[in-house]
């Protein structure tokens, strides 16, 4: 009969709720990162669309700024600090450099870090 007896298998009630605290602090990184993220690939597409633009082709940096400042104000994105816009316009081209850090708290002192860089040039 001792042939019979098998060890038990599956997790122990610790290890359970181990693997769902581990669950449950990814899902509340995800939930404090992906709107960052967000953002970034709208900031990203408005630099893209003014470079596209051909009315934005000789516009001095000033109107530039305001252009880029009125469309993230459009897409309701009031986090941004506008000195992280560098417009640069040397050797017959025009630089937009949007590069930037944002922290974000996850749990008590606990915070998450991410930077963003996205340069597009332009003749």
Known sequence: MQYLKRPQQGLSITTWIFLIAITLFFVLLGVRMVPSYLEFHSMSKIL??????PKYRQVPPKELRAVFNRRININSIYDFDPKSLKIDRSKGKTSMILNYEIRKPVAGNVEVLMTFHKEVDWN
């Open 48 to 53: 893209e669309n003014i470079k596209e633009d």
